[in-house]
T-cell receptor, first 113, second 113 residues
Framework: DQQVKQNSPSLSVQEGRISILNCDYTNSMFDYFLWYKKYPAEGPTFLIS?????DKNEDGRFTVFLNKSAKHLSLHIVPSQPGDSAVYFCAASRPNSGYALNFGKGTSLLVTP | DAGVIQSPRHEVTEMGQEVTLRCKPISGHNSLFWYRQTMMRGLELLIY????????DSGMPEDRFSAKMPNASFSTLKIQPSEPRDSAVYFCAGKASLNTEAFFGQGTRLTVV
């Protein structure tokens, strides 16, 4: 039962343009959301997070938006750079599970020069 | 800090053999998680510990899988006997407190032939 879904397995964007990665969740008990980035043969690395009390969080080129009513979040990368090419995982967590992360299956982003 | 350390990085074993994966979390991180990544299922949570105590092992696929955390600086995931369908990348991750990001190790790539 996949509670976090990333429906786009891959995305290709030109350098300098905006990358938008999307994520949907089904469990309304989730109250903390995160994005991770993963390069081949490495573990996922934390990118940015957002609490359910907010609808936007920004960190440099990365912004996460949360729409609780739609159970949807997105990650915007502006401007995109070739080094951003990686697999991006959306994760969600809730209080009564030790805030264990439930992951989507990932979106592979390719930023072309 | 060297981050989360997992060993071995790669393991190839024959079906029926016992496999032990090891994890050393970041000092002070009192929550520890074991995840498995496969193409079909993505990143799935196997078990997590809080203060060395197993809290939820509902993700452990079968009785062949077991995990221990004898102290705050060490955890093991054991598969006995191993089967080809256990082939995957196994990640260990830790958190300093509940509502924060998790830090992942580089993973152990297990191949059971």
């Amino acid at each position: 039962d996949q509670q976090v879904k990333q429906n786009s397995p891959s995305l290709s964007v030109q350098e300098g343009r905006i990358s938008i990665l999307n994520c949907d969740y089904t469990n309304s008990m989730f109250d903390y959301f995160l994005w991770y980035k993963k390069y081949p043969a490495e573990g996922p690395t934390f990118l940015i997070s957002i609490s359910s009390i907010k609808d936007k969080n920004e960190d440099g080129r990365f912004t996460v938006f949360l729409n609780k009513s739609a159970k949807h979040l997105s990650l915007h990368i502006v401007p995109s750079q070739p080094g951003d090419s990686a697999v991006y995982f959306c994760a969600a967590s809730r209080p009564n599970s030790g805030y264990a992360l439930n992951f989507g299956k990932g979106t592979s982003l390719l930023v072309t020069p | 800090d060297a981050g989360v350390i997992q060993s071995p990085r790669h393991e190839v074993t024959e079906m029926g053999q016992e496999v032990t994966l090891r994890c050393k979390p970041i000092s002070g991180h009192n929550s520890l998680f074991w995840y498995r990544q496969t193409m079909m299922r993505g990143l799935e949570l196997l078990i997590y510990f809080n203060n060395n105590v197993p809290i939820d092992d509902s993700g452990m696929p079968e009785d062949r899988f077991s995990a221990k955390m004898p102290n705050a600086s060490f955890s093991t995931l054991k598969i006995q006997p191993s089967e080809p369908r256990d082939s995957a990348v196994y990640f260990c991750a830790g958190k300093a407190s509940l509502n924060t990001e998790a830090f992942f190790g580089q993973g152990t790539r297990l191949t059971v032939v």
